[in-house]
């Protein structure tokens, strides 16, 4: 039923309707990315952004400079933020809770700043980069928001049955283990440091080709779409849908990136609405709207 009605919802809705549409599923993508390494692995990642900063500019400067596709700029994203999280992570995994959290944020900070000062004369500075091609698909050009719509929602499609299918995995069964109680699980023969920077990795990875296709829709990247805010974004999307729930945290991205925008009217008061049925949602459910039932996968 989901589906069908995800697939009638060009035919249904308006153009901003399916824009906004097309922005929740790019939400979905990152906080799938993150329910990864903080539902899954238990890593307090609030820097989840500059990952997903890392793949939009790798896109960003590979189409722009090189006049390659966003098809043939995906592996490349994927590339470069997972080997940017296994750089960052090597240190960083020995902190654990909120010392992690803290410094993960330090290091979104860190990337959004080097975006801004332009590095190595590539990223545009504070202006960005424009002039991002069109994803060409069997020599379409994608350009209307149907056609995203389609793109992002069957990434989605393909990134719930990936992360379905490794949630059933022994390598899913070690992180959960792994997250539950980490010393019965190196008891149990778990390598726990290896699991989490395996999941680290991967999440971080996934990210970077959720920001392809960011970079594929705004057709212009700049260090202001990838702030602080964006990785609290992502991280209120996991924790109010479930962490470690894959329908929860698709719920979460519904109800974090797409009811502030149906109430756009109220302007600046629709933040302070939204934060506070976050803060009662915290107190009244911390479990989450639709948490992983005990000893299930995602």
Same mark, same amino acid.
């Given at each position: ?18 824009? &906004? &549409? ?9 906080? &799938? ?22 793949? @939009?500019?790798? =896109?960003?400067? &590979? ?9 043939? %700029? ?6 470069? @933020? ?23 944020? +330090? ?17 545009? +500075? $504070? ?40 949630? =059933? ?15 019965? $699980? ?5 390598? %726990?440091?290896?699991?989490?920077? =395996? ?53 979460? @991205? ?37 948490? *992983? *039932?005990? +000893?299930?996968?995602?």
């Amino acid at each position: 039923l989901l589906v069908a009605a995800l697939g009638a919802a060009p035919l249904a809705l308006s153009r901003y309707g399916v824009d &906004l &549409l097309v922005n929740v599923g790019i939400y979905a993508l990152l906080a &799938l990315s993150l329910n990864l390494v903080l539902g899954e692995a238990g890593l307090y990642d609030m820097g989840h952004a500059a990952f997903f900063a890392v793949g @939009a500019y790798t =896109t960003a400067i &590979l189409s722009t400079r090189l006049g390659l596709s966003l098809f043939a %700029t995906l592996p490349a994203a994927a590339l470069v @933020a997972g080997l940017f999280a296994a750089l960052v992570a090597l240190p960083l995994l020995r902190l654990r809770g909120d010392y992690l959290l803290i410094v993960t944020v +330090g290091v979104g900070e860190i990337v959004r700043i080097a975006l801004v000062n332009d590095v190595l004369g590539l990223t545009g +500075g $504070a202006n960005g980069i424009f002039g991002i091609p069109r994803p060409v698909l069997l020599g379409v050009k994608l350009k209307s928001p149907a056609q995203l719509f389609a793109l992002v929602w069957i990434a989605v499609g393909l990134t719930v049955l990936v992360f379905r299918r490794l949630s =059933t995995s022994r390598f899913g069964r070690q992180l959960r283990a792994t997250c539950d109680d980490e010393v019965a $699980a190196e008891g149990s023969g778990v390598d %726990t440091a290896r699991a989490r920077l =395996t999941a680290f990795v991967l999440g971080s990875a996934w990210a970077g080709m959720a920001g392809t296709l960011f970079a594929a829709k705004m057709s212009v990247v700049s260090p202001e779409s990838f702030g602080f805010q964006e990785s609290v974004v992502v991280f209120a999307m996991v924790l109010l849908g479930g962490a470690g729930s894959i329908p929860g945290v698709l719920l979460g @991205a519904f109800l974090v990136a797409g009811l502030p925008e149906l109430f756009r009217g109220l302007a600046s008061a629709r933040m302070l609405v939204f934060g506070l049925a976050l803060m009662v949602m915290m107190v009244v459910r911390p479990q989450g709207l639709w948490p *992983r *039932r005990a +000893g299930s996968a995602a």
